[in-house]
């Protein structure tokens, strides 16, 4: 029996829905006898209700400073020393979600560590370049950051888990054996079975791209490779942008949006600029024909993936990095080279086949065996009920 820390500094994506998902987890393990969330009091505000059984400690500004701003190596080595402080002061396991900083704190600590506890956490950005021409900067940011999780192993580091499921079984991934994967939580796909489809009053098919509207979605590539298509093509279908515009996109979006309703009027392309909750989401997703996912090379994990498989909806998506991977492996769609435009206007042209859903992806990502992985890597080979 043990003390489990859940530790957060961030309020961003998908924090809030992990915290709930693994702390509520933690509570039904009979190997942990007591739960914490250490976190920012916006977070906590985010959550909603917790089960009362796990203990909230609010991290005050100054520390939430130190923890989120400045460089790499500053956030990297406050991040450790609070991750420390908390094993000590429990004696147990210290969870960090986003652990990217905190690895090179514990690389640099080299030692210095929290006692008897063991601090784990998840690599969001590790060495993963599937499908990406590499490169003397590539091959360099590779090597450092493979030597930077050799340097950070000592008594203190628990299990270093990655979304990316290539990564490990890399040559230097099995030769290290540093990194375990662990699949990324599907979101509650179950709000899918409870939507119908809702045809549109003008008839046209729908291309919906959702989430955070941001340059690394592809958002402009998307518009101009929609503003692309034959007259006769775009009077049958519309591109729907559901999600909150980014501070830094919004002017020129907005500009790219005026040009082209006078360069091509025929061009439909709604926006809906504001976050919505999962219910919302999951019928915007059951109306549409063809989902969009066209980043610009993101290497990490993206819950479009299991939206779209778990609807059974064709995805448009880029060839690299893990979505890439995933998209090509489970057969969930077209890749393409969405940094070109040219590209993703042809593939996009294509016919939007219906695809049946993958149960293995969504039952190796449900949220039962994400759980399993997690807290058997934490705490030895065992059932958490």
């Known amino acids: 029996m043990t003390a489990f820390t859940y530790f957060e500094p961030l309020i961003d994506g998908h924090c ?5 998902l693994v702390t509520s987890g933690a509570l039904r393990d009979p ?3 007591r739960v914490q969330l250490v976190t920012d009091p916006a977070l906590v505000d985010r959550l909603g209700s917790l089960d009362s059984r796990i203990e909230l400690t609010a991290l005050p500004k100054a520390s939430l400073f130190e923890l989120r701003e400045g460089g790499l190596l500053a956030r990297g ?3 450790w020393a609070e991750a420390c402080r908390l094993g000590a002061d429990t004696g147990g396991a210290v969870f960090l979600p986003f652990f990217d900083h905190a690895v090179v704190g514990a690389a640099l600590a080299r030692g210095r560590g929290a006692g008897e506890a063991r601090i784990s956490g998840i690599v969001f950005r590790p060495p993963n370049r599937h499908g990406l021409r590499p490169g003397l900067r590539s091959s360099f940011d590779t090597a450092r950051r493979w030597a930077t999780y050799a340097l950070a192993r000592g008594p203190s580091l628990g299990r270093l888990f990655t979304f990316d499921e290539v990564a490990p079984v890399s040559c230097v991934g099995r030769l290290t054996g540093t990194l375990h994967f662990l699949p990324d939580a599907a979101p509650d796909v179950s709000l899918l079975a409870a939507c119908r489809p809702i045809q549109r009053p003008d008839g046209r098919a729908v291309a919906l791209l959702f989430g955070a509207l941001t340059a690394r979605k592809g958002l402009f590539e998307i518009v ?3 503003a692309r298509q034959s007259d006769d093509w775009l009077d049958g279908r519309v591109l729907r942008l559901v999600g909150l515009l980014g501070n830094e996109e919004r002017p020129r979006f907005q500009a790219t949006l005026e040009n082209l309703s006078t360069a091509r009027p025929r061009a439909l392309i709604e926006l809906h600029d504001q976050f919505v909750d999962d219910a919302t989401l999951a019928q915007e ?3 549409a024909d063809l989902i969009l996912a066209p980043y610009q090379n993101h290497v990490g994990s993206s819950g479009v993936v299991f939206w ?3 609807a059974g909806k064709p995805l448009l998506t880029q ?3 893990l979505v890439g991977y995933q998209a090509q492996k489970y057969q969930l769609g077209r890749t393409v080279d969405c940094t070109d435009v040219a590209s993703l206007s042809v593939a996009l042209a294509e016919p939007w086949e219906i695809l049946p859903a993958d149960p293995s992806l969504m039952t190796r990502h449900s949220q039962q065996n994400v759980l399993h992985v997690l807290l058997d890597g934490m705490f030895g080979n065992g059932v958490a009920s």
């Open 77 to 79: 080595r406050a991040q």
């Open 16 to 20: 809030a829905f992990f915290a709930e």
């Open 224 to 226: 101009d490779a929609w």
């Open 285 to 287: 997703i059951v109306n």
């Open 319 to 321: 060839n690299t990095g």
């Open 31 to 33: 190997r942990i006898s």
């Open 308 to 310: 779209a498989c778990a």
